[in-house]
């Protein structure tokens, strides 16, 4: 079985700061992480990926993600946050079982950013 | 390519009704996903398929069907809607061989059950 954890429901920081989300995984197997970006009333928007190639993974939006499977997290950041990056944000572990690729959600954190 | 695509954007059904919703992928993925997401909450899987003419429940089948009789089409069937319906509905396809396992969704499709 496998699930996630995001630590924060909701985060707030100002414009030009530091964002940190964080995210805690379970698996059973060797999973692929992923950050999804969720605007209002939006679709999902893929922000990074990890595929057990390199731990430190950069995605779109100048976000970044370190895998660290010593902590079993995959925690996302960014240097300086921007007023267009508050949206609600998805930490999700896909499986493949050998029958079908799942995901497993995260509750999400919502990201406000202030001026 | 248009990716996968969901149709209608919006609907609101009175309780009792049913109704179809549409997902197609031009991908040529094999396996496709539906997940609601209710209101402040992750998306949980309600069915998904591995190819054409094979399905299986996800985690909240209840109150849904599901058939695919082609690979680009995976349509989710709502029989006797109920307020507990009432979400945001996402289809998403992916493909065996991709390494990274990684889903692509639909733009959702957004439920109002009154």
């Known amino acids: 079985a496998q699930s996630v954890t995001q630590l924060d429901s909701h985060v707030s920081v100002s414009e030009g700061t530091p964002v940190l989300l964080r995210c805690n995984y379970s698996?059973?197997?060797?999973?692929?992480l992923f950050w999804y970006v969720q605007h209002p009333n939006k679709g999902l928007q893929l922000l990074l990926k990890?595929?057990?190639?390199?731990?430190l993974v950069k995605g779109i939006n100048g976000f970044e993600a370190e895998f660290k499977k010593s902590e079993t997290s995959f925690h996302l950041t960014k240097p300086s946050a921007h007023m267009s990056d508050a949206a609600e944000y998805f930490c999700v572990v896909s499986v493949y079982t050998g029958t079908a690729s799942k995901l497993t959600f995260g509750t999400g954190t919502r990201l406000q950013v202030t001026l | 390519n248009a990716g996968v695509t969901q149709t209608p954007k919006f609907r609101i059904l009175k309780i009792g009704q049913s109704m179809t919703l549409q997902c197609t992928q031009d991908m040529n993925h094999n396996y496709m996903y539906w997940y609601r997401q209710d209101p402040g909450m992750g998306l949980k899987l309600i069915y998904y398929s591995v190819g054409a003419g094979i399905t299986d429940k996800g985690e909240v089948p209840n109150g849904y069907n599901v058939s695919r009789s082609t690979t680009e089409d995976f349509p989710l069937r709502l029989e006797l809607a109920a307020p507990s319906q009432t979400s945001v509905y996402f289809c998403?396809?992916?493909?065996?061989?991709?390494?990274?396992?990684?889903?692509?969704f639909g733009p959702g499709t957004r439920l109002t059950v009154t």
């Open positions: 998403a396809s992916w493909v065996t061989g991709l390494s990274s396992y990684e889903q692509y």
């Open positions: 990890y595929t057990s190639a390199a731990t």
């Open positions: 698996s059973s197997y060797s999973p692929s």
